[in-house]
């Protein structure tokens, strides 16, 4: 055979095997993956990676799609998933809801901005033959659902933790309901929290419920090490995990070793997470220092291996005034923990039924909590049984493979309707 016939031959193949793979392409579902990512590889950013892991890729092509180069598009090409780069103006790429309180000529450039950006998507969408987007958070409808409209392409809005409803937020967050084909949050406080009953009623067939799953390596990670204690250690480890910051409310579990101190309780409580609010770090500070509780409580900052930190704790301590169902006390039934949490909305008693499977303090006092935390410290049958009690309710509802099997029917079933 001459080099000349192996070469027709070589590029022949090529062509034949690019073929295949355009039509393999072609074949499968393509969702584009829409994601704001603020900073933190916390709660909702891992539900995002968990989902990619765990996507059907024999029937679903995905593509992440984000504003800059950052932490979570990292971990996303790492699965591998493909990644894009759609960068924000400036006027957009705003963090800390100042934009809500701007001028109204400040807001009208931000509206032409919006559009503006909507459109740049729009190839992207056509290029890709995308079948349905996901996205998270009202910033996220926005800054891609006008594309979506445009392209006929149905949106599904992923709830995240949402500005009060008021004022331009409520006004934004109505016209996301409009835009989006369904809408989904992982609990009826989501729901409540932003809409009137009248529009839950009216937007029934929009909504749908799906819990938030733990990443399978961090499960796997925690597992390891799970075990129900029937000895604590001397002192009490008591653990509180979330950035700090005045909603995480980090005073009260500061507050709740004193009073478990006065009650001659030895405890020590570690802080993880990294820090939001330095001018609310130095009061926890200063107020630890006046208290005389330097050699009780910790600060270690932003930490990957959270697993650790679980496996050598006792009991899991969660004071924030406001939250969904935090993936926190997920991680903590998995590790076999105790959990006594405020109620921090409505999101936490939907997993924690108080004396079952953890306690649940409705009056976000520190000696409530104290109380709760020395009976756990006394009454080994009692701290066991919830223990128990949560891995399994854990075990049932928060596994990723269950929560992706969840989204990639509502991707199907949106996609069919498209059809």
């Known amino acids: 055979m001459t080099a000349t016939s192996e070469n027709t031959w070589y590029y022949l193949w090529i062509f034949i095997d690019l073929q295949i793979s355009k039509i393999q392409y072609d074949s499968l579902m393509n969702i584009v993956f829409y994601n704001f990512y603020y900073g933190y590889l916390t709660g909702g950013p891992r539900t995002l990676i968990s989902i990619l892991q765990n996507m059907?890729?024999?029937?679903?092509?995905?593509?992440?799609?984000?504003?800059?180069k950052n932490d979570l598009l990292k971990a996303v090409e790492e699965i591998p998933i493909e990644g894009l780069i759609k960068e924000l103006p400036s006027v957009l790429n705003q963090k800390d809801g100042s934009l809500l309180k701007g001028s109204p000529i400040r807001k009208l450039i931000a509206l032409l901005a919006v559009i503006k950006y909507n459109f740049s998507l729009i190839h992207v969408l056509k290029e890709r033959k995308v079948s349905v987007i996901w996205t998270r958070g009202t910033r996220g409808v926005l800054l891609i659902g006008i594309a979506s409209r445009l392209c006929k392409i149905p949106l599904v809005w992923d709830i995240a933790l949402e500005y009060e409803p008021k004022g331009m937020a409520k006004i934004l967050q109505r016209l996301s309901l409009i835009i989006a084909d369904v809408v989904i949050a992982e609990s009826k406080a989501h729901y409540k929290f932003l809409f009137s009953e009248q529009t839950i009623k009216r937007n029934q067939h929009k909504l749908k419920y799906i819990s938030s799953a733990i990443p399978r390596k961090q499960i796997d990670d925690i597992l390891k090490t799970?075990?129900?204690?029937?000895?604590?250690?001397?002192?009490?480890?008591?653990?509180?995990?979330?950035?700090?910051?005045?909603?995480?409310?980090?005073?009260?579990?500061?507050?709740?070793?004193?009073?478990?101190?006065?009650?001659?309780?030895?405890?020590?409580?570690?802080?993880?997470?990294?820090?939001?609010?330095?001018?609310?770090?130095?009061?926890?500070?200063?107020?630890?220092?006046?208290?005389?509780?330097?050699?009780q409580i910790f600060f270690h900052g932003w930490q990957e291996n959270i697993a650790y930190f679980l496996s050598i704790s006792d009991i899991f301590l969660f004071t924030s005034t406001s939250e969904g169902v935090p993936h926190v006390l997920k991680e903590a039934m998995f590790a076999k923990l105790p959990i006594v949490s405020t109620r921090a909305g409505e999101g936490v008693s939907e997993i924690i039924q108080n004396n079952h499977n953890g306690y649940v303090s409705t009056d976000y006092n520190e000696h409530t909590l104290a109380n709760y935390i020395a009976d756990l410290i006394k009454n080994v049958k009692n701290r066991m049984q919830m223990t128990e009690t949560g891995y399994q309710f854990a075990q049932e509802n928060f596994l990723p493979e269950k929560e992706c099997r969840q989204y990639e029917e509502v991707f199907q079933n949106l996609a069919k309707k498209k059809k």
């Open 226 to 295: 799970a075990v129900s204690k029937r000895n604590l250690n001397t002192p009490t480890r008591l653990l509180n995990v979330g950035i700090i910051g005045r909603r995480k409310n980090q005073l009260l579990a500061i507050k709740t070793v004193y009073a478990l101190k006065s009650m001659g309780h030895e405890v020590l409580l570690n802080f993880v997470g990294p820090v939001e609010d330095k001018a609310y770090l130095n009061e926890l500070k200063n107020y630890i220092e006046l208290m005389d509780l330097k050699a």
């Open 56 to 68: 059907d890729k024999s029937r679903f092509h995905s593509t992440f799609v984000t504003q800059d």
